[in-house]
């Protein structure tokens, strides 16, 4: 689907700019003002949002089946990765200039994909704890209607399912730290790392020194 919308793209802004300039010179244009003819040659906008809502469903889905189903972790592999690819295409060929933006939403993207493994943990201690799979555990239908009793209840027990019900336990623990006591007494006692920007120094020059000639009166030239 990704690559479908790459050449579903190309083709229609190519016919859209082909049916302005009539095929003829591609310095002909049938618009009149300068909107119009962004709106022809400049592409669509860069729907980020919806990327990024895709590529949290893809991952707590593989994330929560996972375990039970382990071909959903190379399938969501593959998948962003072939998102990603197209996505790339797009920018540099379809997509208009993506908009500046700062590190907001990708600090709400991950704020949110922490929990992806804590759905892993909990959801595959449930599958790894299924008495059927893994003890043979079975009860005799008096009808075919009927189904067959699990007994597969909440509890906790020593089996293969114990080391997720461990680590699923101090992820919530440490989760309720986080949310219990401040951030600010966590990095004091050492306990996270710190949010201060790092300054790095490249040991590049002076703009105005390391500018080439021909680039500065280009600027100059842009700005009169």
Excluded at 5 to 16: D, R, Y
Excluded at 162 to 172: A, D, N, Q, W
Aim: proline share 5%; with cysteine; charged share 20%.
């Amino acid at each position: 689907m990704p690559y479908i919308n790459v050449v579903k793209e190309s083709i229609i802004g190519k016919l859209k700019q082909r049916v302005d300039q009539k095929c003829k010179d591609p310095f002909t244009t049938g618009k009149r003002t300068i909107q119009t003819y962004k709106a022809v040659y400049l592409g669509k906008d860069m729907p980020i949002h919806f990327k990024y809502s895709d590529c949290l469903n893809i991952t707590f889905l593989a994330m929560l089946y996972g375990l039970g189903m382990p071909i959903m972790f190379p399938m969501a592999a593959v998948i962003l990765q072939n998102q990603r690819l197209a996505e790339r295409i797009q920018v540099a060929y379809n997509y208009r200039q993506p908009p500046a933006m700062d590190n907001s939403l990708s600090d709400s993207v991950l704020s949110i994909m922490k929990y992806a493994p804590l759905l892993m943990l909990f959801n595959g201690f449930w599958l790894m704890d299924n008495r059927q799979a893994f003890d043979n555990v079975w009860h005799y239908k008096d009808k075919v209607t009927e189904n067959m009793w699990a007994d597969h209840l909440p509890g906790y027990r020593v089996c293969q399912a114990s080391p997720l019900f461990l680590m699923s336990m101090t992820c919530v623990a440490l989760i309720v730290v986080q949310i219990v006591i401040p951030a600010e007494l966590l990095l004091k006692w050492g306990f996270t790392m710190s949010q201060d920007e790092l300054e790095v120094d490249e040991d590049l020059p002076n703009f105005f020194t390391a500018l080439l000639l021909s680039e500065s009166e280009k600027i100059c030239a842009e700005n009169r």
